[in-house]
């Protein structure tokens, strides 16, 4: 199944999707929308209308947190601009965090500063990393 076909299937089942929005001074927000509502944003990158309103970030139970690569205990390299870092260390989020890649994205190590957030696990379609420990 591909993130589309889930997206369609966790709408379906009722559940709220929330998308990043990129904010003035690198911010992100999160907004309701359905991925045919989405717009061009920063980036290039498919965001929601910046007029929906702001999802309130203690009502996460998960979030899935791009990422150019990954390593097994959850370090990540994103695009630079530090958007989800800053987000991540933010006060009231209780959520798990969620990387997806594909196996090829993952590296033994990266370069990781103190602003650097590691997520919980990361997904691929060889396994699940949690705490370095690879399960299937």
Known sequence: MCLA????????????IAWPLVREQGRLSFHISTPDELVTGTMGIAEPDKDLPAVEIESFDLLVVPGIG????GA???QGGGYY??????VGLRAKTL???????IV???PVEDTDVCVDAVVTEKGIASGGVWSL
């Open 99 to 105: 990387g997806l890649a594909f196996s090829v994205q």
């Open 85 to 90: 870092d800053r987000f991540l260390a933010g």
């Open 76 to 78: 990540r390299l994103g």
């Open 108 to 110: 033994p190590e990266l």
């Open 70 to 73: 990954f390593t097994r205990f």
């Open 5 to 16: 076909d889930a997206v369609g299937t966790w709408l379906d089942e009722g559940h709220r």
